[in-house]
């Protein structure tokens, strides 16, 4: 499985932006699709995942109510809605995907994507 994000940028306080991560190659071994990031000297972590199978959501308590994320099928897209923005949400924003849905742990995740740097500013 192959993942590629897209979408990231510059945006200040209080804005929004939308992540994309396309998915190719054998899609039905990552029924659980996740976002997590990484900011500068800092660990990665977990921000939300969805399961594949009834796209039910999962969200970090640190971003919950301000994204969103969904899913298309029949693109294999996973989307990362973010709204009010903050200077802590600064990172750089990866995709993940995995066999199953067992939390926002790294090492729960097998597929990665390269990341889309995210600037809030």
């Known amino acids: 499985v192959q993942l590629v994000e897209s979408g990231g940028g510059s945006v200040q306080p209080g804005g929004s932006l939308r992540l994309s991560c396309g998915a190719s190659g054998y899609t039905y071994s990552s029924n659980c699709m996740a976002w997590f990031r990484q900011a500068p000297g800092k660990k990665r972590e977990g921000v939300a995942y969805?399961?594949?199978?009834?796209?039910?959501?999962y969200y970090d308590d640190s971003v919950k109510g301000r994204f969103t994320i969904s899913r298309d099928g029949a693109s294999n897209s996973v989307y990362l809605q973010m709204n009010s923005l903050k200077p802590d949400d600064t990172a750089m924003y990866y995709c993940?995907?995995?066999?199953?849905?067992?939390?926002?742990?790294?090492?729960?995740?097998?597929?990665w994507g390269q990341g889309t740097q995210v600037t809030v500013s």
């Open positions: 969805i399961y594949t199978g009834d796209s039910s959501p």
């Open positions: 993940a995907g995995s066999p199953h849905c067992a939390g926002l742990k790294t090492y729960h995740y097998v597929y």
